[in-house]
Structure formats: C-alpha cells, structure tokens
C-alpha cells in the first residue's frame, strides 16, 4: 500500500464518519423531538429509497469525472446541505420541531438525510480509485481495509452521535459536521492524486446510460448472477435489519442493546483487518460464497435459544463477515470491468442490490405480526416446538430468523452449483 492510498482512506474515514453520524444524530433527535416512531420510519425509507434510486447517477458521476474531483464534490455537496440544515435550524422556533407534520421540520431533516447520501458519490469514486491505485494481486487487501475504516466510522458514528444529540444538542451536532466536512475538503485538496486523463469509449457518457451499463455487465458472463445473488442476499438480510431491534429488546434493556452494538461493531473492523492482512485467496468469488454458508449457518442457530450470549456470539462473527462480502465482489468488479465503466457498474451494484432492503423493511412487518408471532404464542406452533424452543412473540421472530437463515443456506449452495458460479469463477481466473 502507499501513503497516498492510505491519505485517501484517512480523509474517506471522517467523510464516511461524519455522513453516518448525522444520519443516526438526526434519527435519534427526531425520535425525541416528536416522540413519533412514524416519522423515524419514514425517514428510514426516504433514506433507503434515495440510497437506491441515487446509485445509477452517481456511478455515471464517477466515470465522467476524476475521481478525485468526484470525492471533492461529494463533500462540497454535503457541505452545502449541511450549511442550510444549519440556517434553518437557528432560523426556526424549537417548537416547530416538536411537531411531526410541520412541512419545516420535514425540509431540515431532508436536507440532513440527502447531506449524508452525498457521501455514496465518494464511497463509488473510493471504489474505482483502488483499481488506479492499487496494483491487481493487492487490491482485495485494500478493499479489506475501506471495510475496516467503513466499520470504525460506523462505530465511532454510532457511540458518538447519542452523546452528543443527548448532552450537547442537535446545534453542535450541526457544528462538528460543518467543521469535519470542511477539514475533509482541505484535507483532500492537498492530497496529489495523479490520474490519466478520462477515456470516454462510448458517446453515452453524459446521462445515466443504465441500457450501456447493462450491456456490460452482461459481457462478463455469469456477472448478472452474482449482482442478483447479492440482491437476493440483502433482501433476506432486511428481516434482521427490520426485527432485531425488537428480538434483541426482548432479551434486555435498550441500555445493554445500545452498548452491545456498540461492541458488536467491531466485527466490522475485525473482518476488515483481517482480509487487508491475508487477502481473500486465490478465488475472490469462492471465498463470497463460502463466507455467505457460515453467515447462514449462523443465521440459523443464534436464535435457537433466547439466549443474549448465543445472540451476541452470532452477531459478531456475523458481522465480521460482511467485509469479506463486500471486498470480494468489489474484488471481482476491480478485475473484470473496465475502468472506464467501473463506477457506473459499482453504481447499477449498489442501487440494484440495496433495492431489496426497504422491500423486505415494508413486506416483513406484516409477515411476522400475522403469521410467525401468532404461530409461535396461540397457534401450533406452541404445541409443535414450544416445549424446547419457547413460546411468545420474541420466539415467533426467532422462527423467522431460522427460517431466512435456512432460505439463505439453501439458496446460496444452489448458486454455487449453478453454471453461473463456473463461468463467472474460470472468467475471473483469466484476469
């Protein structure tokens, strides 16, 4: 790794940082203000949905700009956002805020939100950089540690965000962003980031150009399999991301829950440093998978008990797995796509793939409150399994769990025998 790839990753780590800190500063504040779960709901699916629908545009961002410029106007952009956050804020009697359907509240907290989705335009561009930066056999190493500084922001971010909204106030909470992002500017300014003028190969350069896009992806055969695999994967992965909260609160105060995530998230950090260290073998793709079966397995017995210990044991080697998710595939798109092409592509990836989560955050609901909960506290179930596995509501998200984790398991062994897995895998090898 050289020094310039590690200034890189240092001034991403605050942008990253400070982007997840107001998201979370914000949703607590929220809550708070308005004492409304509605809002805070809706504000999770304004922010998925952005998150989603923002990826084709900007991975088209990426490819037509340099990279370095497209990270500058990311935090430019946020930077903006976050100044007429500020205004209104100061402008605004603290009893607007109090009220769920006051159209001013409503403008803050979008501009805080789209603020902090501006940060997706830097975290493409880092993507495409390692490709500039980094030489071929080192790559899944430096992927591994944009996973680890992703996992500390989100760390720091999470811990940090509730003191301050608690002790300080959503005002400096404004303030500590403003200044971070400003430093994050300065900073990346003085950072010489040389790059080769941009080749444009096609005329669809300046629109978002998703049927080019698709057209090569699909030159890359087997690609389209694993994007949907991984699309597949994270719609799954949306019912612990919608319920956890509520199953891990059954099992003790929100206090202990708080601190917990904040120990758990450090199995981001743990997987990162690891593939930064030992790579990810000589089968990025291989190694996805196989990491993709250990989270299922998981996923299938941690909620076989109610059992705060199996739960967090779980969760951590859980979660100290995602990196490994994620710097494979960015592996692979590193490899078989052409850099000219790579942020529209990371772009289409991201959009595609967390598309899945506000679906199953919307379907899931329902799904457990009218059939596994009913299931699991006055229907068959409590005659079936309750004698050994438990009765009540938390057992009836426990089943759901098992249940996903048995789905996923059984999905991703199905993908790994499938002609897709070949081609893509003998493809890769090419490289």
Same mark, same amino acid.
């Given at each position: 790794?050289?020094?310039?790839?590690?200034?890189?990753?240092?001034?991403?780590?605050?942008?990253?940082?400070?982007?997840?800190?107001?998201?979370?500063?914000?949703?607590?504040?929220?809550?708070?203000?308005?004492?409304?779960?509605?809002?805070?709901?809706?504000?999770?699916?304004?922010?998925?949905?952005?998150?989603?629908?923002?990826?084709?545009?900007?991975?088209?961002?990426?490819?037509?700009?340099?990279?370095?410029?497209?990270?500058?106007?990311?935090?430019?952009?946020?930077?903006?956002?976050?100044?007429?956050?500020?205004?209104?804020?100061?402008?605004?009697?603290?009893?607007?805020?109090?009220?769920? &359907?006051?159209?001013?509240?409503?403008?803050?907290?979008?501009?805080?939100?789209?603020?902090?989705?501006?940060?997706? *335009?830097?975290?493409?561009?880092?993507?495409?950089?390692?490709?500039?930066?980094?030489?071929?056999?080192?790559?899944?190493?430096?992927? =591994?540690?944009?996973?680890?500084?992703?996992?500390?922001?989100?760390?720091?971010?999470?811990?940090?965000?509730? *003191?301050?909204?608690?002790?300080?106030?959503?005002?400096?909470?404004?303030?500590? &962003?403003?200044?971070?992002?400003?430093?994050?500017?300065?900073?990346?300014?003085?950072?010489?980031?040389?790059?080769?003028?941009?080749?444009?190969?096609?005329?669809?350069?300046?629109?978002?150009?998703?049927?080019?896009?698709?057209?090569?992806?699909?030159?890359?055969? $087997?690609?389209?399999?694993?994007?949907?695999?991984?699309?597949?994967?994270?719609?799954? =992965?949306?019912? @612990?991301?919608?319920?956890?909260?509520?199953?891990?609160?059954? *099992?003790?105060?929100?206090?202990?829950?708080?601190?917990?995530?904040?120990?758990?998230?450090?199995? @981001?950090?743990?997987?990162?440093?690891?593939?930064?260290?030992?790579?990810?073998?000589?089968?990025?793709?291989?190694?996805?998978?196989?990491?993709?079966?250990?989270?299922?397995?998981?996923?299938?017995?941690?909620?076989?008990?109610?059992?705060?210990?199996?739960?967090?044991? =779980?969760?951590?080697?859980?979660?100290?797995?995602?990196?490994?998710?994620?710097?494979?595939?960015?592996?692979?798109?590193?490899?078989?796509?052409?850099?000219?092409?790579?942020?529209?592509?990371? +772009?289409?990836?991201?959009?595609?793939?967390?598309?899945?989560?506000?679906?199953?955050?919307?379907?899931?609901?329902?799904?457990?409150?009218?059939?596994?909960?009913? @299931?699991?506290?006055?229907?068959?179930?409590?005659?079936?399994? +309750?004698?050994?596995? $438990?009765? $009540?509501?938390?057992? =009836?998200?426990?089943?759901?769990?098992?249940?996903?984790?048995?789905? $996923?398991?059984?999905?991703? *062994?199905?993908?790994?025998?499938?002609?897709?897995?070949?081609?893509?895998?003998?493809?890769?090898?090419?490289?």
């Amino acid at each position: 790794m050289t020094k310039l790839f590690y200034a890189v990753l240092a001034n991403s780590l605050v942008a990253s940082l400070t982007n997840t800190f107001v998201w979370f500063a914000v949703t607590f504040w929220v809550y708070l203000q308005t004492k409304s779960v509605l809002a805070t709901s809706i504000m999770a699916g304004v922010y998925l949905v952005t998150v989603a629908i923002s990826g084709f545009f900007l991975g088209t961002v990426v490819d037509r700009y340099k990279k370095k410029t497209a990270m500058m106007l990311s935090s430019i952009c946020s930077l903006v956002l976050y100044l007429l956050a500020y205004i209104i804020f100061v402008s605004t009697p603290p009893a607007v805020f109090t009220d769920a &359907s006051n159209i001013i509240l409503w403008v803050f907290i979008i501009l805080a939100l789209i603020g902090a989705i501006a940060g997706n *335009l830097r975290t493409i561009a880092l993507s495409t950089l390692v490709t500039i930066v980094i030489p071929e056999p080192k790559r899944d190493k430096a992927n =591994g540690l944009v996973g680890t500084i992703n996992g500390v922001g989100f760390l720091v971010a999470s811990t940090f965000s509730g *003191l301050v909204i608690g002790f300080l106030g959503v005002f400096w909470m404004l303030v500590f &962003s403003i200044g971070l992002t400003i430093l994050a500017i300065v900073h990346l300014w003085t950072v010489p980031i040389s790059e080769q003028k941009i080749i444009h190969t096609e005329a669809h350069t300046n629109h978002i150009d998703i049927r080019g896009t698709i057209r090569v992806i699909h030159l890359v055969p $087997g690609l389209f399999a694993l994007i949907f695999f991984n699309t597949f994967n994270n719609f799954l =992965g949306g019912v @612990f991301m919608s319920l956890m909260d509520a199953y891990g609160l059954s *099992l003790v105060s929100v206090q202990v829950w708080g601190i917990l995530w904040g120990f758990l998230s450090l199995g @981001f950090i743990v997987g990162g440093l690891v593939v930064a260290k030992k790579g990810l073998g000589k089968s990025p793709l291989r190694t996805l998978f196989l990491a993709n079966i250990v989270m299922w397995i998981i996923a299938i017995f941690f909620t076989i008990q109610a059992s705060i210990v199996l739960l967090t044991i =779980g969760l951590f080697i859980y979660l100290c797995l995602i990196p490994v998710v994620e710097a494979s595939e960015q592996t692979i798109l590193q490899t078989v796509i052409p850099p000219e092409r790579q942020g529209r592509v990371f +772009g289409f990836a991201q959009s595609i793939e967390q598309a899945a989560s506000p679906l199953t955050a919307f379907t899931i609901g329902p799904i457990a409150q009218f059939i596994f909960i009913p @299931f699991m506290t006055t229907g068959a179930g409590v005659d079936l399994i +309750g004698t050994w596995f $438990g009765t $009540g509501t938390d057992r =009836g998200i426990a089943l759901l769990f098992i249940v996903t984790g048995l789905i $996923g398991l059984i999905v991703t *062994l199905m993908a790994m025998r499938s002609r897709a897995y070949r081609k893509l895998s003998a493809n890769y090898q090419k490289y």
